[in-house]
């Protein structure tokens, strides 16, 4: 139950003990006089001190929540307006390109470069190429083997 409408229900009340405190008055203009009207009167005066001091402390609680609400409120500025650039600034294409290109270039001579000496190994080490030619036809088609394997079983 949200705190407004807890002051609400705590107001009412007040009136509510307030009002029967008022109507107690009017029908017994002689209360004084008789004990058991005494304790009615105590009765409802107490009601009425009970139902305004929670009033009083709901709506203390409702105005500090309020405060609260207004200090922690984030306040934002807007200093300028946005303003779109004048020419792009990210991603910069020509730049990455030219990365992209060199960094290709790099790569290509060196696959070069590792097949040349590979090559020349092969030639000064004929059965050793063969030996390393087979064993590495034989991981390949094994790694072949069990892919198929794995994708049959999804």
């Known amino acids: 139950m949200p705190l407004e409408s807890r002051v609400a229900a705590a107001l009412a009340e007040?009136?509510?003990?307030?009002?029967?405190?008022?109507?107690?008055?009017?029908?017994?203009?002689?209360?004084?006089?008789?004990p058991a009207l005494i304790v009615e009167e105590r009765r409802l005066r107490r009601q009425i001190e009970t139902a305004s001091g929670i009033y009083v402390a709901l709506r203390r609680e409702f105005e500090t929540a309020r405060i609260d609400e207004i200090n922690n409120?984030?306040?934002?500025?807007?200093?300028?307006?946005?303003?779109?650039?004048?020419?792009?600034?990210?991603?910069?294409?020509a730049l990455i390109t030219g990365a992209a290109a060199v960094l290709g270039g790099v790569l290509g001579l060196l696959c070069a470069a590792a097949a040349v000496l590979?090559?020349?190994?092969?030639?000064?080490?004929?059965?050793?190429a063969e030996a390393l030619s087979r064993t590495a036809t034989r991981v390949a088609t094994e790694l072949r083997?069990?892919?198929?394997?794995?994708?049959?079983?999804?």
């Open 118 to 128: 590979v090559a020349d190994w092969a030639q000064r080490n004929p059965a050793e």
């Open 145 to 154: 083997g069990a892919l198929r394997r794995r994708s049959r079983l999804r």
């Open 73 to 93: 409120t984030p306040v934002i500025t807007v200093v300028d307006r946005a303003v779109a650039p004048r020419r792009r600034e990210w991603p910069q294409r």
């Open 14 to 34: 007040l009136r509510a003990a307030d009002d029967s405190q008022r109507l107690f008055y009017e029908r017994n203009r002689q209360w004084q006089n008789s």
